[in-house]
């Protein structure tokens, strides 16, 4: 029961699969916990986004709004827009990835908050402190390092089948 249809499970909600495929994932829904809840995660998560949007409603003078905002940006720098827009693509990433991986993303996204923090430790001690204290740091950091890796290859490999 390792062979978790996991990359199908989305397709397999918006019933984007043929026949054969579809029969597949419903005889291994049958006998495997983990997909049953990988499934009810997802069609958990579509159900929030979906009343999420459901409650929004645009204001009828939003395009105008919109439109004259731009124009004022447009007038301003360019430099302040892009670096708007990298932080909002970068979120409608998550957001795209959290809604295909439900959990599977959420453990990744921790194992990279935790990559980011120990680079952050350990550039503001490497700016900041004696070479004794410094190199044990390091070495801990490496140690942090090599355990984080571990598991985001396990994770990864439990994911992907
Ligand atoms: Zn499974």
């Given at each position: 029961m390792n062979d978790h249809p996991t990359e199908s499970m989305s397709a397999y909600l918006d019933e984007e699969l043929d026949k054969e495929e579809r029969m597949r994932i419903d005889r291994h829904l049958l006998q495997c916990e983990?997909?049953?809840?990988?499934?009810?995660?997802?069609?958990?998560?579509?159900?929030?986004?979906?009343?999420?949007?459901?409650?929004?409603?645009?204001?009828?003078d939003l395009e105008l709004k919109v439109l004259a905002s731009l124009e004022r940006k447009a007038a301003a720098t360019t430099i302040h827009a892009s670096?708007?827009?990298?932080?909002?693509?970068?979120?409608?990433a998550l957001a795209v990835l959290a809604c295909l991986y439900g959990a599977t993303f959420f453990k990744l996204f921790s194992i990279v908050l935790q990559f980011v923090l120990t680079a952050a430790y350990v550039i503001s001690n490497v700016a900041s402190s004696i070479p004794g204290v410094w190199g044990s740091v390091l070495v801990l950091s490496a140690g942090i390092f090599v355990v984080s890796g571990l598991s985001l290859r396990r994770i990864l490999r439990s994911a992907a089948h």
């Open positions: 983990i997909c049953r809840g990988l499934l009810a995660d997802l069609m958990d998560m579509r159900s929030q986004v979906a009343d999420f949007y459901g409650h929004l409603e645009a204001p009828p670096s708007v827009a990298v932080p909002l693509v970068g979120l409608a």
